[in-house]
């Protein structure tokens, strides 16, 4: 059986983090994305001064070396977006796969943690159900979406590739960065607005948990 590593709260610091990345075949990040600095916010680490717990892309590609064929899930905010150059997107994404990711799940805009925690667990019972990650998550956003009027999901795609949208909206609790505006779900929290469940993008190879 595959051992299961579940780092939380304070615990998680960048230097924590960064040991138990090397050589994992499955990771899963739930934290904040921050998409001035390409970053994830991480617990502030006590023992380095002026540390604000930001895992940046450059010390990912530069110090991470992931298993072959290893996913990712960045279930955060906006992390399958960045600069566009001539390489393509230059952001988190990019670096997981140079630090040897085969397959990831990003985010093309902010959602509220609500949406994404219902969405995940839909996900995850998929998977271990022997679904791929692309088909899981298709199979649980259609189990999101219920009775959503189809033009709805104008604006979203479920895709193997990369590709740019429009400017996202923030965290509802500490969205950083500028222009973003705040993402909500409705009152009745039983059928979700598209927009705050649908950003999730699967990008790379065919994977299985």
Not at 24 to 37: I, Q, S, V, Y
Not at 49 to 56: F, H, M, R, S, T
Not at 156 to 173: A, I, T, V, W, Y
């Amino acid at each position: 059986a595959n051992e299961l590593h579940l780092i939380t709260g304070g615990k998680a610091t960048k230097e924590t983090i960064l040991k138990h990345l090397v050589g994992k075949r499955w990771l899963h990040f739930a934290c904040h994305g921050d998409l001035d600095t390409n970053a994830l916010l991480l617990a502030p680490s006590p023992a380095v001064k002026d540390c604000e717990g930001l895992l940046c892309m450059d010390e990912i590609q530069d110090t991470v070396r992931l298993a072959p064929r290893a996913t990712v899930v960045l279930s955060a905010c906006n992390t399958g977006r960045g600069e566009i150059k001539g390489e393509g997107v230059v952001g988190l994404m990019r670096s997981f796969f140079l630090a040897g990711a085969a397959c990831m799940v990003v985010s093309l805009w902010s959602i509220p943690d609500r949406s994404t925690q219902k969405l995940m667990s839909a996900f995850y019972t998929h998977l271990t159900s022997g679904e791929s990650v692309s088909k899981a998550m298709r199979l649980a956003m259609l189990e999101m979406a219920q009775a959503t009027d189809l033009k709805s999901y104008e604006g979203f795609q479920l895709s193997r590739g990369k590709k740019d949208h429009e400017q996202g909206n923030p965290d509802q609790q500490q969205g950083r960065g500028k222009g973003r505006r705040e993402a909500t779900e409705n009152s009745s929290n039983t059928k979700p607005a598209p927009s705050t469940w649908a950003a999730f993008l699967v990008v790379g190879a065919v994977a299985h948990l």
